[in-house]
């Protein structure tokens, strides 16, 4: 066709002529991409909290999940409640009573909300940007490759679930005339779906100031931000009550450290193993525990490099929102205060990090580089779009086997990271499978590696 003919065929020929048409396009995208995970496998606490756990196989264990002791079939009455999470154990009930405990039917409904997300992802960021911007930023966000850990690995539905309820609250309660009674019950639903959600009153107002050029305690919008703030505090204290009173779930990665040694490490992990990985789609791996990473300590000058440059971002982010209301500062600050609950900054968490970690914080990475796409003319932008959403297509693609059953998940994780649980996993797999001699002599480097171990003894 030409350049010429190539951008007139984009700006008026076949492209859909709907919002609800792009959002449909959103949604096959990452349904394409996420597809083989369907003919995945259970991996690591699948096993316990879906195909041994005796509370979904039948409604007589629907009060109990209810009550947030999901853990309590498998694992006994004794183990600590995790963090509260009554919805996605819901949902792992309807699905096993509806259509059975197969792996199939579990990746089918996680890759379904996956699609489902994307799409509103689309419809949300139409507020706030051009059909094309939007469009661009929830193409990106339906191949990228730090999404194939909750996407591929049933046991994090939570975290779709959560999106998807917050992008329906955030729809209904973002409105310039918002609509109360459903944005509330969807905000609910989030709150029942995962912990995170308490975030949402502050990006409420964030929004309200930056796209609305409101203040959040402006009528009439003051009493949707009380009542999603009641809301918050309220499920706050159930959680709380729910999880008899657990700050955290499981033992502290950095205990027994200092502060400022938690600080560094998390500063130069994060650029090393969230950022680049995000940006490239590779360097992806589903085990960082102890001792993948080395701790930082105060004189390492480029733990601190890393920290005053990570400072330095976010005081111009929190200067542009407040004083410019620039978009590009509210998605970084976007992508900040949602990556914080998972930093170990404010709370002991059992690890170091994760790639589910970035699920909701890539949202802010998707829409600053749809930004930063649309100054370039077409059909240049159309070719970056479709080039990058190859890229990291392709990698998901090949990124979904590695959690397509548990003995190659645990082999990635013992070359990546060899340490005593790990290769204890991987040397328990193999007896199963009557690969005995590997088996054993992989228990016996588990054995040595931690010493203290039940498993490999």
């Known amino acids: 066709l030409g350049l010429g003919g190539m951008r007139e065929r984009l700006s008026t020929g076949f492209l ?18 996420f597809g083989n995970t369907l003919a995945g496998g259970f991996v690591r606490s699948d096993f316990q909290l879906l195909a041994d756990n005796p509370l979904l196989r039948g409604w007589s264990g629907l009060p109990a999940l209810l009550l947030g002791r999901s853990w309590e079939g498998p694992l006994g009455t004794e183990v600590a409640p995790p963090a509260y999470r009554p919805l996605a154990m819901l949902s792992y009930l309807l699905s096993c009573q509806l259509a059975g405990p197969a792996p199939w039917v579990q ?6 909300l996956y699609a489902a997300d994307c799409a509103l992802l689309f419809l949300v960021g139409r507020r706030f940007c051009s059909r094309r911007t939007a469009f661009a930023a929830a193409c990106l966000f339906a191949v990228l490759p730090v999404h194939c850990e909750v996407v591929a690995y049933a046991s994090e539905r939570a975290e779709l679930l959560l999106l998807f309820f917050l992008l329906l609250a955030w729809r209904e309660l973002g409105r310039r005339r918002p609509r ?7 905000y609910g639903l989030a709150l029942a779906s995962r912990e995170q959600a308490l975030l949402f009153p502050l990006l409420l107002a964030l929004q309200d100031w930056v796209f609305l050029r409101r203040r959040f305690w402006h009528a009439p919008r003051r009493w949707v931000h009380l009542s999603a703030a009641g809301m918050s505090l309220a499920w706050l204290i159930l959680g709380r009550w729910a999880s008899g009173g657990a700050a955290a779930s499981g033992r502290d990665y950095f205990e027994g450290l200092s502060y400022p040694v938690r600080l560094l490490t998390m500063a130069r992990f994060s650029l090393s193993h969230y950022v680049f990985p995000l940006v490239s789609g590779t360097g992806l791996q589903g085990d960082y525990a102890r001792p993948f990473f080395p701790d930082s300590q105060p004189a390492d000058l480029a733990s601190w490099g890393v920290l ?3 400072a330095v971002l976010l005081g111009w982010a929190a200067r542009g929102v407040l004083r410019q209301r620039s978009r590009y ?24 990090g994760s790639d ?10 998707c829409f600053g580089l749809a930004m930063a796409l649309s100054r370039v003319g077409m059909p240049w932008r159309a070719v970056a779009v479709l080039s990058l959403s190859g890229w990291y297509g392709g990698l998901s693609v090949a990124r979904n086997r590695a959690w397509s059953d548990e003995r190659r998940f645990q082999e990635e994780a013992a070359r990546l990271n060899p340490h005593g649980k790990g290769l204890a996993s991987l040397g328990i797999s193999l007896l199963e499978r009557g690969r005995q001699k590997e088996g054993v002599e992989i228990l016996e480097e588990a054995a040595r590696l931690g010493p203290g171990l039940p498993e490999p003894l």
């Open 16 to 33: 859909p002529e709907t919002d609800e048409a792009w959002a449909v396009l959103s949604a096959l995208l990452a349904a394409a991409v």
């Open 107 to 112: 990746h089918l409904v996680n890759t379904a």
């Open 180 to 186: 109360p009674w459903p944005g509330f019950l969807y």
């Open 308 to 310: 005053i440059a990570a």
């Open 329 to 352: 500062a509210f998605w970084t600050l976007f992508a900040f205060l949602l990556w914080l609950p998972e930093s170990n900054l404010l709370g002991a968490t059992a690890v170091l």
């Open 356 to 365: 589910r970690a970035l699920f909701l914080p890539s949202i802010g990475y």
